[in-house]
């Protein structure tokens, strides 16, 4: 399969313009703006969420029925989200469709005008979201794991907010908010799909080519001391006990990161991995387990974690930390790297496929890493691990400190 190429553009005012052009029925486009917990060290947990929401709310000269009419009309569709990086909006439309459908979000984001009647209903829509998150163990979970591992840092701040975060903006604190953030030199256009990279750059340039761009708040860098050696449990009345086994990794512009990467597949990534062998298939302990990475700049996190009968959590938690250090001890065998290896190279290709996705991804990478990495480049990185890079990666992962573990469920007691 040929790679689709990646092109790339900086207006004169600081304004990113990132594009995969592709033969697909389609094109996505994503406007990221590059604000959140590294940003807001003096601001209220939730600002920029609540600065989200309130674009899709009303412009000088659209209410917010008419931009929900005039993206139907087209027959687009348009969302956002927010997390620790910052706010993503995102439109999937006909490729002649675009530039109207643009013509929506660049307004939304130059002329947005926060009614006041408006902005305090949706406060009350983002409690309701805090109160739904707080009632989801998947998303209560995983944002008190990062809380705890993350020890302070900014990067563990919560991107929805709390109740009382979120009552303590004003509207006026707000628009503050957006003003020092959506800045030309903080803005990514990301495109994907049948598109043209001048006809965006053009597109770009005369919707938002006349803004000014202005001194920003500073990022904070601050290293991640993670809080590991730790066991804490979140007592629920569930049937279940959820667990996560947390690890220091290298961060993602770390070279070694690819191997940790595959690291991760072999270890507990999909129904071949060896987690899943083990503990599902072989153990019957859980319906599922798997591996993750959490990457930042700072430092990434390697997960495992699943869920599985209080009674058996013990000795499934163990079975995972076992499993990851005899990774550290043996070396993997050519046959399992090579149907790794061959697994990340489809799921790579495969999401081409995907122009939503791939428009969301360039904008992302380009606003947390501030370049693009040449997707053949990926493949390269992949194919050049080694089996002693990987027994030597999970040496250093799994062996030079105890993990964190956080549960969720009844109440029990784990040793580790």
Not at 120 to 128: I, Y
Not at 174 to 196: C, E, F, M, W
Not at 286 to 312: H, K, N, Q, R, T
Request: hydrophobic share 40%.
């Amino acid at each position: 399969m040929r790679i689709p190429r990646i092109y790339q553009s900086t207006l004169s005012n600081g304004i990113r313009v990132v594009s995969q052009p592709s033969k697909l029925s389609g094109a996505s486009i994503c406007l990221h703006v590059s604000c959140g917990a590294q940003y807001d060290s003096n601001q209220p947990d939730g600002i920029s969420h609540l600065v989200e929401h309130m674009l899709f709310k009303g412009t000088s000269s659209r209410t917010a029925a008419g931009l929900s009419a005039g993206f139907n009309e087209l027959g687009a569709w348009c969302n956002a989200s927010t997390n620790i990086h910052g706010a993503s909006y995102y439109l999937s439309a006909l490729s002649e469709d675009i530039p109207d459908a643009f013509d929506l979000l660049a307004d939304m984001y130059l002329n947005s005008t926060f009614p006041e009647e408006v902005f305090e209903t949706e406060r009350l829509v983002l409690l309701n979201e805090v109160r739904a998150c707080e009632d989801d163990n998947d998303s209560f979970f995983s944002q008190q794991f990062f809380e705890g591992y993350l020890n302070g840092h900014l990067l563990g701040r919560s991107a929805v907010g709390t109740a009382d975060s979120l009552r303590g903006i004003s509207r006026q604190q707000a628009l503050d908010y957006k003003q020092a953030h959506y800045v030309p030199s903080r803005t990514i256009v990301a495109a994907a799909g049948n598109i043209r990279h001048d006809d965006i750059v053009e597109m770009v340039s005369r919707q938002l080519g006349m803004l000014e761009d202005r001194p920003t708040p500073v990022k904070d860098s601050s290293p991640i001391i993670p809080a590991v050696g730790v066991v804490r449990n979140h007592l629920r009345d569930v049937q279940q006990t959820m667990f996560c086994l947390a690890y220091p990794a290298v961060g993602e512009c770390d070279p070694k990161i690819w191997t940790v990467l595959l690291l991760r597949q072999i270890l507990g990534g999909g129904a071949g991995s060896r987690l899943f062998q083990e503990i599902r298939e072989k153990q019957g302990l859980a319906y599922g387990v798997s591996a993750s990475l959490s990457e930042f700049i700072e430092g990434s996190i390697f997960m495992l974690g699943g869920s599985c009968d209080a009674s058996d959590a013990q000795k499934t938690v163990e079975l995972c930390h076992a499993e990851a250090l005899r990774l550290a001890r043996e070396k993997v065998r050519d046959e399992e790297l090579r149907h790794a290896k061959r697994q990340l190279r489809t799921d790579l290709l495969l999401d081409y496929n995907n122009h939503l996705n791939q428009a969301f991804a360039l904008a992302a990478e380009m606003g947390n890493l501030g370049f693009i990495r040449p997707r053949a480049e990926l493949l390269k990185n992949f194919e050049s691990v080694t089996a002693n890079a990987l027994m030597q990666a999970a040496a250093e992962i799994f062996t030079n400190s105890t993990p964190r573990l956080e549960t969720l469920g009844p109440d029990i007691t784990i040793s580790f």
